[in-house]
């Protein structure tokens, strides 16, 4: 079974400062990953995705993601924060053609002034 | 990108009650998704909702609790049956939408609280 960890229930960084979130990844087969992003009170929206390209992602609002296979990681980055990124972000591992999602359990982000 | 509604976006319930959460979706897609997020949670999936057959639900989730429909290619329904306060959640409704690799989109969700 498929399953994922966000370590960090909750990140705090300043304004300007680089964004690590970590998640770690458990799959038997090649895994599709993803990182959604849910501002309060909205639904979610995918920042990007890794489906067996190139190991680093580029997505949305200037975050990437690099897929480790050895590390079985998928860690969000960003180099430098800003106040609007301020929301949950959540990990996610889907099977090669599977549509189905497992989610991690989530990190809040805050960004300080 | 498939655009999602769904209606209520919110709504109060009284304990016992059962309440209709609808997912309509612009484009025309093969698999529809309802997924709860409880409060301060992950998301969990409820079911796979295919048109023309029956939903498949996941561990944990039943038919009789969590009545699906899903009449056409764009549009399906949730119910949450006698509900208790540990049904208060955000209910969502997603697709996924084939392209390349493919993609989950996901409705802004339904946040039912019961009193």
């Known amino acids: 079974a498929q399953s994922v960890t966000q370590l960090g229930s909750h990140v705090s960084v300043s304004e300007g400062a680089l964004v690590l979130l970590r998640c770690n990844y458990s799959?038997?087969?090649?895994?599709?990953l993803f990182w959604y992003v849910q501002y309060p009170n909205q639904g979610l929206q995918l920042l990007l995705k890794?489906?067996?390209?190139?190991?680093l992602v580029k997505g949305i609002n200037g975050f990437e993601a690099e897929f480790k296979k050895s590390e079985t990681s998928f860690h969000l980055t960003k180099p430098s924060a800003h106040m609007s990124d301020a929301a949950e972000y959540f990990c996610?591992?889907?099977?090669?053609?599977?549509?189905?999602?497992?989610f991690g359990q989530g990190t809040r982000l805050t960004i300080n002034p | 990108s498939a655009v999602i509604s769904q209606k209520p976006s919110r709504d109060i319930c009284q304990r016992g009650t059962s309440l209709t959460i609808q997912c309509q979706v612009d484009?025309?897609?093969?698999?529809m998704f309802w997924y709860r997020q409880q409060p301060g949670q992950s998301l969990t999936l409820i079911a796979t909702?295919?048109?023309?057959?029956?939903?498949?639900?996941e561990s944990g989730f039943v038919i009789d609790k969590f009545p699906i429909s899903r009449p056409n290619l764009t549009f399906s329904t949730l119910t949450v049956s006698n509900m208790s306060p540990e049904d208060s959640s955000i209910y969502l409704c997603?697709?996924?939408?084939?392209?390349?690799?493919?993609?989950?989109?996901f409705g802004e969700g339904s946040r039912l609280t019961v009193l």
């Open positions: 996610a591992v889907s099977e090669w053609g599977a549509q189905k999602l497992v």
């Open positions: 997603s697709v996924w939408e084939d392209r390349g690799p493919g993609e989950l989109f």
């Open positions: 909702a295919n048109q023309g057959s029956e939903a498949t639900y």
């Open positions: 890794y489906t067996s390209a190139a190991t």
């Open positions: 799959s038997s087969v090649p895994p599709y």
């Open positions: 484009s025309q897609v093969t698999m």
